[in-house]
Every structure is written in structure tokens, then in C-alpha cells.
């Protein structure tokens, strides 16, 4: 039976996370890192639960959390670009090309990878790598939560890790 808090939270969320994605999305322009964002908003919400549920206004509450998801977000990919920028290309003249893999068909790989996971291992592989799904569409598809998806996402990887050759 779901507790009061439960009930409240569930409420907020629902309520509020059309608004809060649009406001993350109108700042950066890109979905799956505004559902990400927003749900990183929640996650801090539920860990202070009490401020939360005590607050007049708690979209207002989630606002503010939410926009300093977004300055830290921006600071953190400024701050990559910066070091990307910086890094010095010289070197790379003098190093000598790596010699070509060892030929593999496109097709082996992928057939290698269908025959190591399970269907639902599949499923969120391709949703992820291809069809560039966030760990949150993931999850509302499957009735799971995010870090399960991010879970079973890293589950998925040193499975692949094992089972394929390296390059």
C-alpha cells in the first residue's frame, strides 16, 4: 500500500515533469539530457523529502533545484570543451598509424552480439545505442526504474566486453 509520502511525491511528479522538461529543454536543446536533468531534480526532491513536502509551493521548489542542475550541467560541458580545445594536436604527426584490425564482417559482430543477450538485453541495447532512447524512455517502457536501466545498461556492456574480440 503506498504511504502518504509515496502518494504526494507521485503526484508531484506527475504534475510537474511536462513543465520542468520544457523548461530544461528551452535551455538546452536537447531532450534526453533535459529528462535527465529533470529527473536528477526528483531525485534530490525525494532525498530531501521533508523540505519538500513542507514547502508552500513545490513546483517552485523544484524550479530552483532544477536550474542549478542546468548551471552545473553547462559549467561541466564548458569546462569539457575548454579542455578539448586546449589539447595539443602536434603530436600526432609523429605517431605511426595503428596497422588495420584483423577483418571482421559488420554482420558477425552483430550476430555475436544477438546470440550473447537475452531479448530484453537487446531490446535496450538498441534502444540506447541506436535508437538513442534517454534512460528515462527506457525505463517508462519497461515499468522500471532509471537506475535500473543504467543497471542493466552497464550489465549489458561487460557482457558484450567479454564476448567480443578486441580491436
Known sequence: MPTEQDLFFESQYQKNFGKLKTIAFS??????????????????????YETFCQRENPLAYLKKILRYKILEYKREKKRYLKIFLSMD?????????????????TSGILETV??????????????F??????????????????????KRLERIRKKLENSLPEY
Request: aromatic letters at 6%; proline letters at 7%.
Open 129 to 150: 545505442a541506436i535508437d538513442g532512447a534517454s534512460h528515462l524512455q527506457i525505463a517508462k517502457e519497461l515499468g522500471i526504474t532509471v537506475s535500473a536501466s543504467q
Open 89 to 105: 594536436y602536434e603530436f600526432l604527426s609523429k605517431v605511426k598509424a595503428p596497422s588495420p584490425p584483423s577483418p571482421i564482417s
Open 27 to 48: 535551455e538546452l536543446r536537447n531532450m534526453p539530457v533535459a529528462e535527465e536533468l529533470v529527473q536528477e531534480t526528483f531525485l534530490i526532491a525525494l532525498k530531501d
Open 114 to 127: 544477438r546470440e550473447t543477450l537475452t531479448d530484453e538485453e537487446w531490446y535496450i541495447l538498441r534502444k
